[in-house]
């Protein structure tokens, strides 16, 4: 595990953290007036390896070779000259520090950071954080690369799960779940319910690599919720007449996928950030990464009580009365999340890529996103 303090007067901004990937929603921007949770899991932290924050340049200010040599290949509205490596840990697991919102400004409901840095260590004055809390952001602390140093506060690593402890775990991740909203009944708060924002990430980072690996030709994946993800906006964004190319969910615990199968969608280990590989002749596959608490409920749907029950209900068994709410709306894709990752993907500099991230806007009136 590892600790933060300031890089100026060594104090402790942090107690101790430990290592784990970067969550695949984290820059998301979700709906309007949303507030959002907390990102990260308190006594963890995650680094941002791609320079963050302003300054900011303009697409046309970038030289192609410079984006292409960062690993972007198709234009953006702007890419930021800040430092790379920011670490983004749970604001309450912040220290030493005060706020200086003068530093920074709001938006609507909170801070958005756009700014820099509107947090200070509270022994020196060094600006050292960003504090994130504005609606429809989830919640953060940004730790400034140059502000902070890392120290570590235990000999051993602890060994990351193995896949087989992460199955038994069994931490998935509903698809729909409540929105708390700003402005409901007597000017407070209210929720509807709605897919999961971190579901709809996931599919956005996902769709990018299934569009990439479908070689512009039909995608199928199987039915029931991975299809209810994915299918219409493949079958949208891929032309109709070549043979199809056959998706499948594939990892620890599931069957060898078939001979025939074409693209498997795997878990991303949460700390290590590495996706799950098969072995054998599946090994040359293409792999599609899905967070492990979505790719857990894709392959193990949380059940419910199929009849009702009589009497004083056991502790542990779920009530049927009434189901709980689902969307009324067909699942999109968070669109700056897919964005983000295709621009990302060597294969948008193909000519058809690059016609589907250019329609963006299109597909989004569309609800594709």
């Keep these: ?58 697409w046309d200010e970038v030289d192609p070779v410079e984006a292409a040599a960062r690993g972007v290949y198709a234009p953006l509205f ?5 430092a790379p490596r920011a670490i983004v840990i749970a604001p309450g697991d912040i220290r030493g520090t005060r706020l200086t919102p003068e530093n920074g400004s709001g938006a609507c409901c ?34 400034a690369p140059e502000a902070v140093r890392r120290l570590r506060t235990d000999d051993a690593d602890a060994e990351p799960l193995s896949w087989a402890e992460l199955l038994e775990e069994g931490k998935s991740t509903a698809p729909y779940e409540p929105i708390a909203t700003w402005g409901g009944p007597e000017l407070g708060s209210s929720h509807y319910w709605s897919w999961n924002p971190q579901w709809e990430a996931a599919a956005g980072h996902a769709l990018a690599h299934l569009l990439a690996a479908s ?46 199968v074409d693209i498997l969608l795997v878990p991303v280990h949460p700390r290590t950030g590495q996706m799950w590989a098969p072995g054998g002749p599946a090994a040359s596959t293409h792999l599609v990464p899905l967070p492990l608490g979505v790719w857990l409920w894709m392959t193990l749907p949380q059940p419910y009580l199929p009849i009702p029950a009589s009497g004083r209900l056991p502790r542990d068994v779920l009530r049927d009365d ?48």
């Design 110 to 143: 909170g801070l958005d950071g756009r700014e820099g840095p509107n947090m200070a260590c509270r022994t020196c004055g060094l600006a050292v954080a960003t504090r994130i809390d504005d609606c429809s952001l989830w919640q953060t602390v940004w730790l």
């Design 215 to 260: 070689g512009r030709r039909p995608v199928r994946v199987p039915k029931g919720i991975v299809a209810d993800v994915f299918q219409r906006a493949l079958d949208a964004l891929l032309p109709v007449g070549p043979p199809a190319r056959h998706a499948v969910i594939a990892g620890p615990g599931q069957p060898a996928p078939d001979a025939d």
């Design 78 to 82: 702007s890419l930021s000259d800040g």
């Design 1 to 58: 595990m590892f600790a933060f303090v300031c890089s100026r007067c060594g104090a402790e901004l942090t107690g101790p953290l430990s290592h784990v990937s970067l969550p695949v929603h984290t820059h998301q921007i979700y709906g309007n007036g949303a507030q959002m949770p907390v990102l990260m899991e308190a006594g963890t932290f995650a680094v941002d390896p791609e320079p963050s924050g302003p300054p900011w340049r303009l």
């Design 322 to 369: 009434p189901l709980p709410p689902r969307p009324v709306s067909l699942f999109r894709a968070d669109r700056e999340t897919f964005r983000h990752t295709l621009v990302r993907l060597p294969a948008v500099r193909d000519p058809w890529l690059r016609t589907v991230l250019d329609n963006l806007t299109h597909h989004g009136s569309a609800d594709l996103f």
